[in-house]
């Protein structure tokens, strides 16, 4: 079964740091685009950071720029996303994304430009 894993979701406090993981099984995504994005109820579900294939570029929502680092290993088949000083507002389900058709160099920022996902993880952050 083709899937992406999340994990490292969890409760932390304001101020705090969280290292995300997204693991593929079943098949590679290796070189493929990658994203993270987030969201609340009845919000949309909006980009926080995309990475290329290669890994050497990268995507940062204003909103988590300077804070939130996202890279991947290949060989690992896996993408994280090291979130530091955490706010009240980065509570959401953070969710994976893979642009799966495609292998490439570039990062995307639309939510139709990836068509596989995992199921999310949730990131609490408490004032």
């Known amino acids: 079964q083709v899937q992406l894993v999340e994990s490292g979701g969890g409760l932390v406090q304001a101020g705090g740091s969280l290292r995300l993981s997204c693991a593929a099984s079943?098949?590679?995504?290796?070189?493929?685009?990658m994203g993270w994005f987030r969201q609340v109820p009845g919000k949309e579900r909006d980009l926080v950071a995309g990475i290329g294939g290669t890994g050497g570029a990268t995507y940062y929502a204003d909103s988590v720029k300077g804070r939130f680092t996202i890279s991947r290993d290949n060989a690992k088949n896996t993408v994280y996303l090291q979130m530091n000083s955490l706010k009240p507002e980065d509570t959401a389900i953070y969710y994976c994304?893979?642009?799966?058709?495609?292998?490439?160099?570039?990062?995307?920022?639309?939510?139709?430009?990836?068509?596989?996902w995992g199921q999310g993880t949730q990131v609490t952050v408490s004032s």
């Open positions: 994304a893979a642009r799966s058709l495609l292998s490439g160099s570039l990062y995307y920022t639309r939510r139709v430009d990836y068509d596989f």
């Open positions: 079943g098949r590679t995504f290796s070189y493929k685009p």
